[in-house]
């Protein structure tokens, strides 16, 4: 009989199961709930694209969870996501640190990579043939060319430079850009010209059956064989056409969230992801949220697939 009776150490233990489970449960209750959500009034006060350099993380309860990450890679698309950014330092540049998101390795033509230029850096050259476009995200930056020309790049500008383009690429403080490179396809023709600007000085362009905003950055003449577009979704708004074709894109979500369709996965998608898109991969982007979506998304043209 006296073996079904409950002894005192058996009482305790059952007792300290009991609070460590009620603590553990109002724990996870309370990492679900209680997840810090920015309001819009504190997101008014951040710089243009601030979100691409401080992304929403996922909860606490997710990125602490080892092995979780958002990021994807496909043979004809990938989606990288910012807590799988690895930086190390960029070849010939000085105090800088890369992230390389997209390369060769995936399938592209072209590199796309973040570049976090620290006080006193400066960028090293692109290899010989290699265009450059840089687009700053975060500080300034100041780019000299062979006249001594001095252009400062802040958030919001950019710069294109030709192959074998003689300059110089420096940063006093800090910048973050993101960069893309690709060997020059030659036309035999006129060759690119250097090009500075702001996504803010270019013009609203047409597009036919769809409601989201597109700028080019570049001009749309034959000696260039890329350009890159900005593209703005209200939150609700969404592709009509469901692309599939042989360009290459490469992406980055400069602002907002929604959902991207690459082939026949959905991602839900937040400012700072970046995307790899092979050809002929369907493709499909709806804006959700409260804010406005704008992508940055590099594309090549004016060359004959053959
Ligand atoms: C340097 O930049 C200035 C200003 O954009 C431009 O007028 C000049 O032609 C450029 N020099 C070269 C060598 O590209």
């Not at 109002?26 to 920015?38: I, L, M, N, T």
């Not at 975060?138 to 060319?145: D, R």
Request: aromatic fraction near 12%; include cysteine; glycine fraction near 6%.
């Amino acid at each position: 009989m006296t073996h079904f009776l409950p002894s005192l150490p058996s009482i305790l233990f059952l007792l300290t199961v009991f609070s460590t489970t009620t603590v553990n449960l109002c724990f996870a209750d309370g990492g679900f709930c209680s997840v810090p959500s920015v309001t819009e009034t504190e997101e008014e006060q951040k710089h243009l694209y601030w979100k691409v350099t401080n992304p929403t993380l996922s909860p606490d309860h997710l990125r602490d969870l080892p092995g979780f990450t958002r990021s994807v890679y496909k043979t004809d698309h990938a989606l990288i996501t910012p807590e799988s950014h690895v930086f190390s330092p960029i070849p010939e540049w000085t105090n800088a640190l890369g992230a390389y998101l997209i390369t060769p390795a995936m399938g592209s033509h072209f590199v796309m990579y973040l570049a976090k230029m620290k006080e006193n850096s400066r960028a090293g050259r692109p290899p010989s043939g290699v265009e450059r476009f840089l687009f700053a995200v975060q500080g300034s930056a100041s780019l000299t060319n062979a006249s001594g020309a001095i252009q400062n790049l802040m958030v919001d500008s950019y710069a294109y430079l030709p192959p074998n383009y003689d300059h110089e690429l420096e940063c006093v403080e800090s910048a973050t850009l993101i960069v893309f490179e690709r060997r020059y396809a030659s036309t035999m023709d006129r060759l690119p010209e250097q090009i500075v600007g702001s996504t803010d000085e270019q013009a609203l362009l047409e597009t036919p059956g769809e409601v989201f905003e597109l700028r080019k950055l570049l001009p749309q003449t034959l000696q260039y064989d890329f350009n890159i577009h900005i593209m703005d979704f209200q939150p609700g708004e969404f592709l009509n056409v469901k692309e599939v074709h042989y360009n290459q894109h490469g992406l980055l979500l400069l602002e907002g969230q929604g959902i991207y369709r690459l082939a026949d996965s959905w991602y839900p998608v937040q400012a700072g992801d970046a995307i790899w898109m092979a050809p002929f991969v369907p493709q499909w982007y709806a804006a959700l949220g409260k804010t406005r979506s704008r992508y940055l998304l590099y594309k090549d043209v004016n060359r004959n697939p053959l």
